[in-house]
């Protein structure tokens, strides 16, 4: 049993990591405050003084600022959707006995530890290119017309393009969870003569739902701040601009740092908002 002392020695030991951390995180959040108050432009003075609540207002009444937000919910939902319904059937899949599991588990997997531009590139090069690209070649084969992906279905492609990354990453927790399920449950049931969709809808599905609540917090706090794959793909353009790559215009090309930082704090209070909500809807699954 621990003593006062050695509880002194563990808490003495883990400060500096924690106030690394403390730091690493407090640090930029009160330097993106501080320049959200301020005009501060790099290339055109620097620092011209105090600016009030003049970023925030200037930067919610953009006409660019309801589609960025309306965009990222859209590739978040459809990203979720996609992760959680396909993650469950290829879980369920992988944990049938089958000739080369372990082979099939690694390739299934393996999309996960891609870099996102990495991936973003190969999607838009090597399959959604209209002229050169693979899906270019399937649809002339058919004797259709090739699909401008990036612009006809630049939202779609989106989704497609990262749910591909992230498809992985649920199969992998789903199939823990698949695989922690009582068989002994499953014979019962279908001995009893219970159909496959029942067995699955009150029993599969409920002992899956701590797994799926944890995907979807996990996901929706990366998604959330997606830039990598819009800014190799479409450049923000085609109705792709999500809220962090407005912040990135914003900072970056227009070089207006108090106005990028405002939107910073607006993509933390929208990030706070939707996890505080999936909390209370889903996250009653971790209790």
Known sequence: ??????RSAARLMMAPAVILLLGWMLVPLIMTLWFSFRVYLPLRGGDQGWAGFDNYTRFVTSSAFWPSV??????????????????????LLLDQPIWGQGVVRILVIAPFFVMPTVSALVWKNMFMDPVNGLFAHLWRFFGAEPVSW?????????????????????TLILLTAVQ?????QLEAAEMDGAPWHK?????????????ITIVILIQTIFLLAIFAEIFVTTGGAFGT???SYLIFQRVLESQNIGLGSAGGVYAIILANIVAIFLMRIVGKNLD
């Open 180 to 184: 922690s399920l009582d068989s002994e």
């Open 241 to 243: 601009r999500t809220l």
């Open 70 to 91: 309306q965009t990222t919910l859209i590739i978040v939902l459809g990203v979720l959707v996609i992760t959680v319904v396909f993650g469950i059937l290829i879980a």
């Open 1 to 6: 049993m621990a003593t006062k002392a050695s």
């Open 150 to 170: 990036l612009s006809d279905a630049s939202l779609p492609s989106i989704i497609m393009i990262v749910s591909w990354q992230w498809l992985p990453f649920a």
């Open 199 to 211: 067995r699955f809808w009150f029993l599969v599905l409920p002992h899956l739902s701590r797994a």
